[in-house]
C-alpha cells in the first residue's frame, strides 16, 4: 500500500477541514495516510467520517518548530507523496525533502490566491514573499487550485506547467440539517464567521454597518478570534457601535449562528475559497461578500444567492447589505445554486486529483 503525507501547520478553519477531506479520500482510495499537524485549535472538533488514517501531532506552533518531528515523521513512512495545504506549509515541506534528499512527489494544495497575499503586504517583504513562491511553486509536482482564476495565475504568471495545475474548489454537505427553519428576530441580524485578521479586513465590516444602521435598525454578530480583535473592539466604540455589535469569540458549532442569521457579510481583502460563503448559503442564509480574489464571485449569483461589493469600500458593502435585506430569496433558490458544490461531487474530484498527482501524470 501507497504512503502518502498530509500536512497542515493546523487543523482550524477551512484549511483544516478540507485537510481532513482530503486524508479521508486518499483513505477511501486505499493509501496509507498520515494527517501530520502542528497543532489544532479546534480541540478535534472536526470527526473524522474515516477511521483509515493515522493523525499525528507534531507538537509545533510554527512551520520552523515543524520541521524536525516533520522530517522524522517523513524518514520513518517514507511516502509516496506528500500533500501540502498551502504555500507556507509547502516550504516546510520542500526543506524537509532538500535534507532527506528523498524523491517522493510533492503536492500543494493552495489555501489564498497568491497575488492577494502578496499585495497585502509591505513592497520589500512583497519582494522577498515573491522570490520565495517562485522557488517553491517550481519545485512542486502537482498544483491543487481552489478556483479557475487562480490556476490562470499559476499557469500564466509563476510558469507551473499546464498537465501540473487542477482545480477542484471547496464543497459543503447538502443534507437535512440545513432545511431546518431558520429563527428570525424583529430586527436583522447581520453574521461574521471567521478569524480576525488583517486579511479579514472586519473593520470595513464594522464601517458598513454603521452605514447600515443609519437607515435600518439591525445587529452584528462577529463570531471568531484572531490579532485584531482588541483593534476592533475600540474601533465599535469609537464609532458608537458597542450596543448592536456582539463579539462572540471563537465558536465551535457555528449552525445555530446560521439558524439565527439574515445575511452573512465577508469583507476579505483576498481569499481562496471561503467556506462559509458555502456553509451560509447552505443554511438558508443569503451572502454579501467583497469580489476579492479568489472565490466569491465563483460562489455568489450577483443578486440571486447574494451580492459582490468592492474590497476596502464600507459604502459599498452597507449598500449591497441594504439591498439582501430588502429582498426574501427562497432557502430552495440558495440550495439549488449549491449543487455544483455538494460534497459527494468534490469529494470524486478529490479521489481524481489525488490518484492523477500522487502517481503523476505519466502514471509514474
Known sequence: MSGLIIYTLSLGGGAGKNAIKYAEEAANLGYRVTLAYGRDPTRSVHKSASCDYIRVSLSATTNWDAVAPLYRLLQKEKPQAVIAIGASNLLTVLLCKTLARDSWRVILRETNSPSGLLNSYPWRKAIIRRLMLRYSYSKVNAVIALTEDMAR??????????????????????DRKYKTPRTRSAEPVLLYVGRLTAQKDVATLLRAFHRVLETRASRLRIAGAGPELARLQDLAKTLGLVERVDFLGHVDDT??????????????????????????????????STDCPTGPADVIADGKTGALANVGDPED????????????????DLLESLKRFSDDQIRGQIRAVIECSVKGVDGT
Open 153 to 174: 495565475e499559476f499557469r500564466g504568471y509563476w510558469k507551473v506547467p499546464d498537465d501540473r495545475v487542477s482545480v477542484v474548489p471547496n464543497g459543503v454537505a447538502l
Open 255 to 288: 449552525a445555530s449562528l446560521f439558524y439565527g442569521a439574515d445575511v452573512l457579510v465577508l469583507t476579505s481583502r483576498y481569499e481562496g475559497f471561503p467556506n462559509v460563503l458555502l456553509e451560509s448559503i447552505a443554511h438558508g442564509v443569503p451572502v454579501v
Open 317 to 332: 458593502v452597507a449598500v449591497k447589505i441594504l439591498d439582501v435585506l430588502r429582498r426574501e430569496i427562497p432557502p430552495k
